[in-house]
């Protein structure tokens, strides 16, 4: 079965520091998409930052960036000058095939002031 | 204003009573999927479907039926209900079959009593 991990179940920091979630995934793919989600309290699914698996370079949107290591199969987030509306719950997921995201088990994230 | 509507976003109901959320959207989208939401497990894909009467199922089906008679509509049906089936549920849809650009739902968190 094709799976996403991730090994953080909680992460806390200070306001204003730098925080990297991390990710793994298996896939059979030749080309997919990588994902990290946010869930606020709200429990919207807000996506947060996307990356094409044949493009090399790294995405980034703003203060979120990603870590696209395809060999070792490795998709970590980066969320620079974290604020306290980071605080939520994070997801990493990987479109396996045609109709499906495989989603990880997610990261809950606080932001202490 | 694009979006896909859930309803209800929270139910309460008890062992064995029929029960049905809805889930529509307004972007014509083609692809549409049931996903339910535990903790510690992520989201999983419940069924999906590709276009009017196409549905198939997700990695957990069971204990619950589609139907996709209008391409706006996909609800998700829970004949007999049961306590394992107590999640927050999330309706999505999209334009492509990769999800690069998923739309969500608000949610329904079911209570199974």
């Known amino acids: 079965a094709q799976t996403v991990t991730q090994s953080q179940p909680e992460m806390s920091v200070q306001e204003a520091e730098t925080v990297t979630l991390s990710c793994t995934y298996d896939t059979s793919e030749s080309n997919y998409y990588l994902f990290w989600y946010k869930q606020p309290p709200s429990r919207q699914m807000i996506l947060v930052i996307r990356q094409e698996a044949y493009k090399q370079q790294n995405a980034t949107e703003n203060r979120f960036s990603v870590n696209f290591q395809k060999a070792a199969k490795s998709f970590s987030l980066k969320i620079s000058d974290s604020q306290l509306g980071d605080t939520a719950m994070y997801f990493c997921a990987s479109n396996q095939g045609a109709q499906k995201l495989v989603f990880g088990q997610g990261t809950r994230l606080t932001i202490n002031p | 204003e694009a979006q896909v509507t859930q309803n209800p976003r929270y139910l309460i109901t008890v062992t064995g009573k029929k029960l049905t959320v809805t889930c529509s959207q307004n972007m014509n989208h083609e692809y549409m999927s049931w996903y339910r939401q535990d903790p510690g497990l992520g989201l999983r894909q419940i069924y999906y479907?590709?276009?009017?009467?196409?549905?198939d199922k997700g990695d957990v089906p069971e204990g619950y039926k589609v139907s996709r008679k209008e391409k706006r509509n996909f609800p998700l049906i829970l004949e007999s209900p049961s306590p394992n089936q107590t999640s927050l549920y999330f309706c999505a849809s999209s334009q492509t079959p990769t999800n690069e650009k998923l739309f969500f739902g608000s949610g329904t968190q079911l209570s199974v009593l």
């Open positions: 479907s590709m276009n009017v009467e196409v549905t």
